[in-house]
Every structure is written in structure tokens, then in C-alpha cells.
């Protein structure tokens, strides 16, 4: 039975945490929903690239992609590299990925943004600094 594609798209970094992080969370996102298949992939200084990682998709039985990235706010990798990537053009949020010969529905998501989640882990973030350093 096919399910959906999920690439986790980060920035990239010299330093390992942020390939980390994006790894991390894409595994805990395929633990937690199973009926995803979930890859990550980066913009850059980090392997593999989001081009390496659609393709990657080939071999899977998926119905769909969604691309989500894991970044905060808009900006040009969110509104026009990643698009550029995906062969969106700008402003689009749909369109299609040729994979092992048929073509599959391709959705671009937003990043994080101001999410009420968000502000709940700042506070999470702050309430355990305040407990570890006082």
C-alpha cells in the first residue's frame, strides 16, 4: 500500500548539530506517523543534497511528497531556492515529481513560523534554564 513521501528540508552547517538535528527529527517523525516514508535532505554543506534526496524517493512506493522545511521564518531559501529545487514556480505550493516513471502529486509546505508550539517550547526552553542554572 503506497503512503506519503516526507522530505525534511534544513539549511546545512560546517558544524554537525544542525545535519543532527534535522536527521533526528525526521527519524522521530517516521516513528511517530506510519504512513510516512520520511528522508531529510539539506541546502547545503551537508549530505545528502534535497535533489539526492527526491530522487532517493524513487525506490519507494509513495503517492504524494510533501517537502516541509525545517527553518523558522520566510526567506530565500524558503521562497526561492527550495522552490527553484522543486521546479515550483514562485509562489506555488503544488505541483508534480517525476519518479521511476510516473508522476506523484509534489506539496511544498511553510516553515515553522509563528506557531503557538513554537512559543510553548521557548517557555519549555526557558523554564528549564531557569530549573538547571538556578
Known amino acids: 500500500m503506497a503512503k506519503k513521501g516526507l522530505l525534511l528540508v534544513g539549511h546545512g552547517s560546517k558544524l554537525p548539530h544542525n545535519k543532527e538535528l534535522v536527521e533526528s527529527t525526521a527519524a522521530l517523525i517516521a516513528e511517530k506517523n506510519n504512513g510516512y516514508i520520511v528522508k531529510s535532505g539539506f541546502m547545503s554543506m551537508n549530505e545528502p543534497s534535497v535533489e539526492d534526496s527526491m530522487q532517493a524517493f524513487s525506490g519507494e512506493d509513495i503517492d504524494l511528497l510533501v517537502v ?27 505541483g508534480v515529481l517525476s519518479l521511476s516513471g510516473k508522476e506523484i502529486p509534489l506539496v511544498y509546505a511553510d516553515p515553522i513560523g509563528g506557531d503557538p508550539l513554537l512559543a510553548e517550547l521557548m517557555l519549555k526552553n526557558a523554564e528549564n534554564a531557569i530549573r538547571d542554572h538556578l
Open 68 to 94: 516541509v522545511p525545517l527553518f523558522l521564518a520566510k526567506g530565500i531559501h524558503i521562497l526561492k531556492d527550495i522552490p527553484g529545487i522543486l521546479g515550483l514556480e514562485e509562489g506555488k505550493k503544488r
